[in-house]
């Protein structure tokens, strides 16, 4: 992984020289009510010479399930899967297992669902029905924090297979099961801390291999590196750090990165999204958005920031962009927000350059609601000003 200033500009994301671009190739509508809710969270089943699936959370409970169409790069809709009586606080496929999704919620339950059905066909609770604020699963494990343990099934006999309790002060906010062994999990949660465990110990004193402080709470964090030997951490702070698995030490941070990207990118940047690894260019790239809908794409070194790319289009994104999925092979991002779009972008041709897609909801005249804060966007809006000034304002300028 190229951390040093002199990482090759000729180097283009997706091997595409400068001159060429991302375009518009689809924008879909998550609903057509009155009062359309946020899109949260995206997931997507892709794997090589099967049907692709996108799953998107919505804040008003519910799971969408789209087809994806690898040639045309467009998304329709199939399904909606309902069932959540609380927000939605993850969701995934189960790898191995393409048609089964997993998603955790506040009401306490830990759901997996057969798309083919579209109908739910296992549940787990936490003791007390208790809020699970994160989920992850692998082949034979389900994971889910609450506001300090973690919980974990055995998806093969449906029974409990551990719990790990109070390694976190405060919600656990993200899980995730190392892609090296099914095994070894992490956890991050609002305490700031990333933790490291081996499932394969016994010994409860054994199970937690390191804890790494990141010293603010933590919003998502992922692997990347040609080994997965590293962390990359988004704190809801709009920090950035980069952390060494073995040695459990921070390798860089980017305080308050919003500052630099905006100069980057000649237009405000307002909040960070996440990061993305490309195991073809060796590179990890943070992506980063604007109120207004624009989302820049940067090459995240050591010591240089890089702009990549910008996404915007005035048929795309009016809001905030929550999430995104970055489809390597197909050389295709997904994008959705708070304007309840989902948006397929792919490298500019002449041949599309008139065949974008759109599926337009009634028009309506949206109702003032309250704003509520990105990472916990149903509760009451009190933390928001702690995000950055620029936060709530509404910028309409596009990216350049």
Same mark, same amino acid.
């Given at each position: 992984?190229?951390?040093?200033?002199?990482?090759?500009?000729?180097?283009?994301?997706?091997?595409?020289?400068?001159?060429?671009?991302?375009?518009?190739?689809?924008?879909?509508?998550?609903?057509?009510?009155k009062?359309?809710?946020?899109?949260?969270?995206l997931?997507?089943?892709?794997?090589?010479?099967?049907?692709?699936?996108?799953?998107?959370?919505?804040?008003?409970?519910?799971?969408?399930l789209?087809?994806?169409?690898?040639?045309?790069?467009?998304?329709?809709?199939?399904?909606?899967?309902?069932?959540?009586?609380?927000?939605i606080?993850?969701?995934?496929?189960?790898?191995?297992?393409?048609?089964?999704?997993?998603?955790?919620?506040?009401?306490?339950?830990?759901?997996?669902?057969?798309?083919?059905?579209?109908?739910?066909?296992?549940?787990?609770?936490?003791?007390?029905?208790?809020? +699970?604020? !994160? /989920?992850?699963?692998?082949? #034979? *494990?389900?994971?889910?924090? =609450?506001? &300090?343990?973690?919980?974990?099934?055995? +998806?093969? !006999? /449906?029974?409990?297979?551990? #719990? *790990?309790?109070?390694?976190? =002060?405060? &919600?656990?906010?993200?899980?995730?099961?190392?892609? !090296?062994?099914?095994?070894?999990?992490?956890?991050s949660?609002?305490?700031?801390?990333?933790?490291?465990?081996?499932?394969?110990?016994?010994?409860?004193?054994?199970?937690?291999?390191?804890?790494?402080?990141?010293?603010?709470?933590?919003?998502?964090?992922?692997?990347?590196?040609?080994?997965?030997?590293?962390?990359?951490?988004?704190?809801?702070?709009?920090?950035?750090?980069?952390?060494?698995?073995?040695?459990?030490?921070?390798?860089?941070?980017?305080?308050?990165?919003?500052?630099?990207?905006?100069?980057?990118?000649?237009?405000?940047?307002?909040?960070?999204?996440?990061?993305?690894?490309?195991?073809?260019?060796?590179?990890?790239?943070?992506?980063s958005?604007?109120?207004?809908?624009?989302?820049?794409?940067?090459?995240?070194?050591?010591?240089?920031?890089?702009?990549v790319?910008?996404?915007?289009?005035?048929?795309?994104?009016?809001?905030?962009?929550?999430?995104?999925l970055?489809?390597?092979?197909?050389?295709?991002?997904?994008?959705?927000?708070?304007?309840?779009?989902?948006?397929?972008?792919?490298?500019?041709?002449?041949?599309?350059?008139?065949?974008?897609?759109?599926?337009?909801?009634?028009?309506?005249?949206?109702?003032?609601?309250?704003?509520?804060?990105?990472?916990?966007?149903?509760?009451?809006?009190t933390?928001?000003?702690?995000?950055?000034?620029?936060?709530?304002?509404?910028?309409?300028?596009?990216?350049?």
């Amino acid at each position: 992984v190229e951390f040093d200033e002199s990482a090759k500009e000729e180097k283009k994301l997706f091997n595409i020289s400068s001159e060429k671009k991302f375009e518009l190739r689809n924008v879909q509508m998550n609903t057509f009510g009155k009062d359309p809710p946020y899109i949260l969270q995206l997931a997507t089943n892709y794997c090589k010479g099967m049907e692709t699936m996108i799953a998107s959370s919505s804040s008003d409970c519910t799971v969408k399930l789209h087809n994806f169409h690898t040639i045309l790069g467009s998304t329709s809709f199939l399904t909606e899967l309902k069932g959540h009586t609380k927000p939605i606080t993850s969701l995934g496929f189960v790898p191995s297992q393409p048609k089964l999704l997993y998603t955790t919620s506040q009401d306490g339950t830990f759901a997996f669902w057969d798309i083919t059905s579209a109908k739910h066909v296992a549940a787990y609770n936490a003791p007390g029905k208790k809020p +699970l604020y !994160s /989920g992850t699963a692998c082949s #034979k *494990l389900g994971a889910a924090g =609450t506001d &300090e343990d973690i919980f974990i099934w055995n +998806l093969v !006999s /449906g029974k409990s297979y551990m #719990k *790990l309790p109070e390694y976190h =002060t405060e &919600e656990v906010t993200k899980l995730r099961f190392h892609p !090296s062994s099914n095994k070894i999990l992490f956890s991050s949660g609002g305490d700031g801390m990333i933790n490291h465990y081996d499932l394969s110990q016994t010994d409860e004193d054994e199970i937690l291999e390191a804890t790494i402080n990141t010293e603010a709470p933590v919003n998502d964090f992922g692997f990347f590196g040609s080994k997965n030997q590293y962390i990359h951490a988004i704190s809801t702070m709009e920090e950035v750090a980069i952390y060494d698995i073995e040695s459990a030490c921070e390798m860089f941070k980017f305080c308050d990165i919003r500052k630099q990207l905006t100069q980057g990118a000649q237009t405000p940047i307002n909040y960070l999204v996440n990061c993305h690894y490309s195991k073809d260019s060796d590179r990890l790239f943070l992506c980063s958005g604007s109120n207004s809908g624009g989302f820049l794409i940067t090459h995240l070194s050591k010591k240089n920031l890089q702009p990549v790319m910008g996404l915007y289009d005035t048929m795309g994104h009016s809001d905030v962009i929550r999430d995104f999925l970055w489809i390597d092979d197909l050389k295709v991002i997904i994008t959705a927000g708070e304007d309840s779009k989902i948006c397929a972008w792919g490298a500019e041709s002449k041949e599309n350059k008139s065949n974008i897609q759109q599926v337009k909801a009634p028009s309506f005249v949206k109702k003032p609601r309250m704003k509520a804060e990105r990472n916990n966007p149903y509760g009451k809006a009190t933390r928001r000003k702690n995000r950055g000034k620029n936060y709530n304002d509404r910028k309409s300028t596009p990216y350049k």
